[in-house]
């Protein structure tokens, strides 16, 4: 039995790519995220069926973290990515990398503080 | 016991303000970064020390010779409920001041460090659904991401580095394992312990000259000695090339980073990268040993002096 961090990122790789692929059809129940999941997996060793109860728990982690939204008008629920994986993504950078400016301004501004020489010894690393 | 309160407020002062702008402007700290690290946390904790210390003193003062013996009095009293001579409203205000400065400071740290905390685990969430581990290269992951980043995610047993495809269509294969060899100090070397401490004294005290320098300086300096533990693999030309690469994306703390600062994260980045290129590009020997030592006797000095004198007074007289 793959571990709930595992199954976690099996779903979100399904919503993710539905979303991509498909823009009609981009929100699962358990049920269909749960067939697409054990087809996904039957070659695995223990050959354990993936109960529908493990993967609401791993649907409601996904949605208490705000990764996936729960349609509610209808029974059974559906689910959905909120936003797309390219999105996280850049979220994710920012806020590693803050507000940081262009690779280019980076550049000049350091080469500008630095000697002549060392400039130049820079430049010839960079284009070598 | 007044001369010592004093004497502990001067060397607040003191280090507040004139010593770390004087240590942030020195240059020998890019040729002895682990002593200029030892340096400024012996300037941290002497001046967090002289401040609880200062107040502390002067508003014990009326109960006993030293900090021991005055403690001892304002316990006595606090159990009587005697009246005390000689112990005015002032003073009281002084030891209200001593007793919110410490829990402040020690409040702040842990709140700093349990934010640090959530940012991280919510930051390692999202990381491991959208990254993918790097064959042959434990501990290392990879996101989509087309610009050159490279950073470290500490731990403990889950350290990570990761690295963004956009760093590895640019790097060559021996400027990444530089690159990758240099996250690893920071990782081995447990750098965000420091970061914690110096972020946290930064978010107590914002308005300090010191804070806001230490951090700063303390910044760059980690990411000096992670340049000198990829050195001890990668040539220099090698790390140079990456360095300049990866900094067009890089934020030398990684997660965890408070906002405000007195330059904006983007100058203060792009400063201390041009420091680190001038150091790997016209690199100087070592400090001395003779001037290394000194500086961490100034260290110890530093610590001596504010406890020497909370607790010297009664016994020397």
């Avoid at chain 1, 994986?85 to 994710?92: G, K, Y």
């Avoid at chain 2, 690199?283 to 610590?303: D, E, F, I, T, Y």
Wanted: charged letters at 20%; hydrophobic letters at 50%.
């Amino acid at each position: 039995m793959a571990t709930l961090g595992e199954l976690e990122r099996a779903v979100m790789d399904l919503l993710w790519q539905a979303d991509s692929e498909d823009p009609a059809e981009i929100a699962f129940t358990a049920n269909a995220l749960r067939d697409r999941l054990a087809r996904k997996t039957d070659s695995s060793p223990d050959g354990k069926e993936l109960a529908v109860t493990t993967v609401l728990t791993v649907l409601s982690r996904l949605e208490k973290k705000g990764l996936v939204q729960r349609e509610r008008d209808i029974r059974p629920h559906r689910y959905r990515a909120v936003t797309s994986r390219e999105e996280h993504t850049v979220e994710l950078m920012n806020e590693v990398l803050g507000s940081a400016p262009d690779r280019e301004a980076v550049l000049a501004k350091f080469i500008g503080s630095v000697s002549e020489q060392e400039a130049e010894t820079l430049r010839k690393l960079l284009t070598a | 016991m007044f001369w010592a309160s004093y004497l502990l407020a001067a060397m607040a002062v003191i280090l507040a303000w004139p010593v770390p702008v004087l240590l942030a402007r020195a240059k020998w700290t890019a040729r002895a970064p682990v002593t200029a690290l030892v340096l400024w946390q012996a300037i941290a904790l002497a001046g967090g020390l002289s401040m609880i210390g200062a107040m502390l003193t002067w508003g014990l003062e009326p109960l006993g010779e030293n900090l021991l013996a005055g403690l001892q009095g304002l316990a006595g009293l606090l159990v009587s409920y005697a009246p005390a001579p000689g112990l005015d409203l002032i003073h009281v205000f002084a030891l209200s001041a001593a007793l919110l400065l410490g829990v402040h400071l020690v409040f702040t740290l842990l709140l700093t460090y349990y934010r640090i905390r959530k940012q991280r685990n919510k930051h390692r969430d999202l990381l491991n659904l959208l990254s993918s581990p790097v064959k042959n290269s434990p501990k290392t992951l990879v996101i989509s991401h087309p610009a050159p980043v490279a950073y470290c995610l500490p731990g403990g047993a889950g350290s990570v580095t990761v690295l963004s495809e956009g760093l590895l269509e640019l790097l060559r294969p021996e400027e990444l394992e530089a690159v990758l060899n240099h996250e690893r100090a920071h990782l081995n070397q447990r750098h965000d312990l420091l970061l914690w401490a110096f972020a946290a004294w930064r978010s107590a005290l914002p308005w300090l000259p010191t804070s806001q320098l230490a951090q700063q300086a303390v910044n760059e300096l980690i990411e000096m000695l992670a340049d000198d533990g990829a050195l001890r693999t990668a040539n220099r030309e090698t790390l140079i090339r990456a360095v300049a690469v990866v900094a067009s994306g890089e934020r030398p703390s990684g997660v965890g980073a408070p906002a405000k600062e007195l330059l904006t994260p983007e100058e203060s980045e792009a400063l201390s990268t041009a420091h680190r290129l001038h150091r790997l590009l016209s690199p100087s020997p070592p400090l001395g040993k003779p001037a290394q030592a000194m500086v961490l006797g100034c260290s110890a000095l530093l610590l001596a002096v504010p406890t020497v004198l909370l607790l010297a007074p009664g016994l020397a007289g």
